[in-house]
DNA sequence: AACTCCATCCCCCAAATGGGGGAGGGGCGC
DNA sequence: GCGCCCCTCCCCCATTTGGGGGATGGAGTT
């Protein structure tokens, strides 16, 4: 169990070369399938096959990387892909993550980088190149509205339990309000945030859009 | 500019030590403020100075290292936080990215990967450990929808135009249908989604739970 | 043929919602 | 003191929404 089954899938014939001949020579590391089209990947792939990890080119002619990842998470779905690429664009990467990627490798990174990573994959965890990390995390922030500021104490409140789905009767009671009271405040927040409703507020929030 | 200012924040007393001794000693790192609490940080501060990197303990008592964060990058906008911590739950990780950390390690990294970590942020890279990463990316996978097979092609185009925000009217002019008929497959939407109406299913969708 | 699912449309009704309006009290700043 | 904002509550009214019923026709299965 100690031996990790490695499927590498890359069009560069150089790259290909460098990728297969470094990493066969990894203890631990095993070297099962080398394609260089996510096609060939996909037909070469015998049934008791099954790598632990696939080191995944995005670039590729033909059927791109991107769009082999759901067909391979299909195929192999107890297997970690890695999608390596030069490309560090949040698109790509958003879509690479959503499809199932276990990791996200820029070429640039170091060879020798490469098992470590591989390792930890399969271990479970995920390897991000920093820079990408960065575009990741950025997704996580946006947080603070620019709205938010405009809202009063008692509006914010109000707003956080809109946000949750609450009508306006559980608002009054969460807050231990009248129920008018609440009306004015939820009326107050959607012209400040120049909402219609709570269902405008909510399929933005949705969107973080605010 | 090669020397990166480093500012540790740690209440464990030997780890303390640890951490500032062994960091001190890289090349092109400059531990300039070791504090042992989030309040003695921001009070020692001198206002000229100014950390590129922050490593910021979460377990710290009084003042919490998520509670201080927000604080902290007000003070220096500039600077990247790592956060250090043995959590590995989503709400921490989750909470910590969002107000702005650039790293969150594990207290169980390996001390020689600090330096790397540390040089990557500074980079403008991010750095996560690996079971972070994977928590991190599963907030980016959820979509398939194990609901979404059960509902009909009509009424999943209903129930993307209900993410929309569309008002029932407005669905039916979007996809040429008649108001009643629009009535009726959001109805059947509802039920077999099992929400009680649109808040519901928006305010769910807004949290990533469909 | 009988059955099931889908898509289309119709009706009724009670509750919730949004958009207006107003009003009294408190606090803050000029 | 006066103005302004916040908080609290009240009323009216048209529209939308949810929940329940039912009807028709078509496509596909058994």
Redesign the interface.
Same mark, same amino acid.
């Given at each position: 169990m100690n031996s990790l089954n490695l499927a590498i899938v890359e069009d560069d014939p150089e790259v290909r070369w460098l990728l297969s001949d470094y990493l066969r020579r990894q203890p631990g590391l095993n070297v099962v399938l080398v394609s260089e089209s996510a096609e060939d990947f996909l037909a070469e792939l015998p049934d008791g096959l099954s790598p632990h990890v696939v080191l995944l080119d995005i670039g590729l002619p033909g059927l791109s990387g991107l769009d082999a990842l759901p067909l391979i998470k299909q195929r192999l779905p107890q297997a970690d892909v890695i999608v390596q690429t030069m490309f560090e664009d949040a698109d790509r990467i958003?879509l690479a993550?959503?499809r !199932?990627? $276990?990791g996200y490798l820029l070429k640039s990174t170091p060879l020798g980088q490469l098992p470590q990573a591989i390792r930890?994959?399969a #271990? !479970? #965890? *995920?390897?991000? $190149?920093?820079?990408v %990390? /960065?575009r990741?995390?950025a997704?996580?922030?946006p947080?603070p509205q620019p709205h938010a500021a405009a809202l009063s104490p008692r509006e914010q409140q109000v707003f956080e339990a809109l946000?949750? #789905?609450l009508?306006d009767k559980e608002v009054a009671q969460r807050l231990g309000l009248g129920l008018e009271t609440v009306r004015t405040h939820v009326k107050n927040v959607y012209h400040k945030l120049h909402v219609s409703g /709570?269902?405008?507020l909510? *399929? /933005? %929030?949705?969107r973080g859009q605010l």
């Open positions: 958003y993550l959503s !199932g990627a $276990s930890e994959v #271990g !479970g #965890g *995920s390897s991000l $190149s920093p820079v %990390a /960065r990741v995390l997704h996580f922030k947080s946000i949750d #789905g009508a /709570r269902i405008e909510l *399929s /933005r %929030a949705a």
